[in-house]
């Protein structure tokens, strides 16, 4: 503001003038990205837990972009961008960390004193998101009537039930991973896991579990041929 022509009179005869140019001073990060509240180096977020990235700069800035992975992350309900301390500041919040969220972040300022046509760059920050355990809120339930004597080509259903909807699980049986086909269909039912057997035979006598990352739930039964 203060750029300009000056004007100086001597004796009320003789003006002399001179103009003054005010150089804005380089944009420069003064507080480099960061996740506030860190508990340790590895920047690691408990899933569904709010948390917030924060930069600082030498003066105001405006319309910083947030980039994920070297893609922009928009601003949004779950993402909001607050400008403090006369937007020399600016807090990045997320409402609650979702596995998505995790990534290499790092902010981009434009600046007519920066000359890169990209903006002024922070270093980078890696998010982990530490997702919510799968756990097992009930033992494997079968549907005969007696597990420890099920005859012959009947069709048998194993359920599971987990604390999560999106939660992952698999199926083994005598510690063999069991994948779908003609004879097991596994189903996915809100909080439900559960494993078919269309048709049974001998061989599907042994014991079966479901398991998800931090958890298990085992079952034995017996197959019985028909006399």
Do not use: C
């Amino acid at each position: 503001d203060d750029a300009g022509t000056y004007k100086v009179t001597v004796d009320k005869t003789k003006d002399t003038s001179t103009r003054l140019k005010v150089h804005d001073k380089p944009l420069s990060i003064i507080e480099q990205l960061h996740l506030v509240d860190a508990t340790d180096d590895s920047n690691t977020v408990n899933e569904n837990s709010p948390f917030e990235l924060f930069i600082r700069y030498n003066k105001p800035v405006k319309n910083l972009v947030l980039n994920r992975d070297s893609k922009r992350v928009p601003a949004d309900k779950h993402i909001q961008i607050i400008y403090e301390d006369d937007s020399s500041s600016v807090r990045i919040r997320f409402d609650a960390a979702q596995p998505d969220d995790k990534g290499k972040y790092e902010t981009l300022v434009k600046d007519s004193t920066i000359t890169d046509k990209d903006g002024l760059r922070s270093q980078s920050v890696v998010i982990i998101i530490k997702p919510v355990p799968v756990l097992f809120t009930s033992d494997i339930q079968v549907s005969a009537a007696d597990k420890d004597n099920i005859p012959e080509k009947t069709e048998v259903i194993l359920t599971a039930t987990i604390n999560q909807e999106k939660g992952k699980v698999k199926w083994f049986l005598n510690n063999k991973e069991i994948k779908e086909d003609q004879n097991h269909k596994i189903t996915i039912k809100n909080l439900q896991r559960q494993l078919t057997l269309k048709s049974s035979v001998i061989a599907d006598t042994g014991i079966y579990s479901v398991k998800s990352d931090d958890d298990e739930r085992t079952m034995e039964i017996t197959i019985k041929g028909k006399i």
